[in-house]
């Protein structure tokens, strides 16, 4: 299945350093849009699920922390 980055990032509420957030109810979904294969799931400020190493996972985490407030209802 091939991935539609510039659908993904169109779609996303807020979009920092090549990395989508979309919001789903309570839940965030990151996507590394230069590594489509790195992904995450924030809920409640943390993150719950993922297949990206520790130190992507802080850096992604941060971003999201530090600009929540920028994301679209």
Do not use: C, S, W
Not at 2 to 20: P, S
Not at 41 to 58: A, G, S
Request: charged share 25%.
């Amino acid at each position: 299945m091939q991935l539609d980055i510039k659908k993904i990032a169109d779609a996303a509420d807020m979009v920092i350093n090549g990395y989508a957030y979309t919001q789903e109810g309570k839940y965030i979904r990151m996507l590394n849009l230069n590594k489509p294969n790195h992904a995450a799931v924030i809920y409640d400020n943390k993150i719950v699920e993922t297949n990206m190493d520790d130190i992507e996972n802080q850096i992604v985490l941060d971003y999201y922390l530090n600009n929540k407030q920028f994301m679209e209802d």
